[in-house]
């Protein structure tokens, strides 16, 4: 039974769960004000290892957090419990990073598209790192390397080559309207 609890409440925490319809949208509204937008993960199986404080998704997996969505074949998600929070002493739960593989894309909401072989989402900093044929797409423009690095805060990306292949971009001029 406490396991089941335990189970229970990193799903709760981490927002592993469909979104539930709120009676009252002033409380919605509210929450969306002063709490964490929810990461909601979908995938055909879950397997969840709180001793190793992962858990995997298999299959058709498609994460949607408030600007981005990432599709990919697998997904490990780590997380950590954090320290007593002030408002109850609850123990929290919290995910450290996220790591996606197999056909990896990422659409962001403020437009653009990167695919890769994989992605590691690093929560704290905000920032994604793509490697294995990364490629960051926007409109007709890309660049492309061996890693790309996202500062998603910052609106930010750092190219890399690691051998002799160099970074490549490829950028249109864009027509001022009259």
Known sequence: MRNLLSFLIVLVSIGLVLPVP???ESIQKEFEKTGPKAIVIRSNTLEMDNKQ???????????????????????????????????GGDLGTSIKKIVATGNVKIKRAQGGVATADKAVYYQQDEKMVLTGRPIV??????????????????????????????????????????
Do not use: H, W
Not at 58 to 79: H, P, Q, R, S, W
């Open 22 to 24: 709120v009676g009252s």
């Open 137 to 178: 797409k926007q409109g007709d423009d890309f660049v492309e390397g061996d890693i790309i690095t996202t500062f998603l805060k910052e609106d930010r990306v750092v190219v890399e080559s690691s051998g002799e292949k160099r970074v490549k971009a490829m950028i249109f001029p864009k027509q001022e309207e009259r």
């Open 53 to 87: 404080k992962v858990v995997q998704f298999k299959g058709d997996v498609n994460a949607e957090k408030d600007d981005f969505v990432i599709t990919c074949e697998k997904m490990l998600v780590y997380y950590e419990n954090s320290t007593a929070e002030k408002r």
